[in-house]
């Protein structure tokens, strides 16, 4: 499945931002997905995922109550709000799809990844 991102940029510390990924198969609906993100000189980090039938959701606690991932089946998409932002959520955001029921936390189990959108909050 071909994935793609949208929405980063910049904006100052507290605000918002909205990611969206567009997915190209239609079987989109039998995949959860996710979100990870990484900053400059550091590993990949997940960030949340939403799982493929009754949006059932996870997130990292370092955006637990700041984030919220959402998905719309009929349009193909999964989105997250970002609010509340720091400095320290700057990084290149991607979306990743997986078949698997667990683990979302890590990046090995999905299969299809968009290429990555900025996200730089300044202080």
């Known amino acids: 499945v071909q994935l793609r991102e949208s929405g980063g940029g910049l904006v100052q510390a507290g605000g918002s931002l909205r990611l969206s990924c567009i997915a190209s198969?239609?079987?989109?609906?039998?995949?959860?997905m996710g979100w990870f993100r990484q900053a400059p000189g550091k590993a990949r980090e997940f960030v949340a995922a939403?799982?493929?039938?009754?949006?059932?959701?996870t997130y990292a606690d370092s955006v637990k109550g700041r984030f919220v991932i959402s998905r719309d089946n009929a349009k193909n998409t999964v989105s997250v709000e970002m609010n509340s932002l720091k400095p320290e959520d700057t990084a290149v955001y991607y979306c990743?799809?997986?078949?698997?029921?667990?683990?979302?936390?890590?990046?090995?189990?999905?299969?299809?990844w968009g290429q990555g959108t900025q996200v730089t909050v300044s202080s």
């Open positions: 990743a799809a997986t078949g698997s029921g667990s683990r979302w936390e890590d990046a090995n189990n999905y299969h299809s």
């Open positions: 198969d239609r079987a989109f609906n039998n995949y959860a």
């Open positions: 939403i799982s493929w039938r009754y949006g059932s959701t």
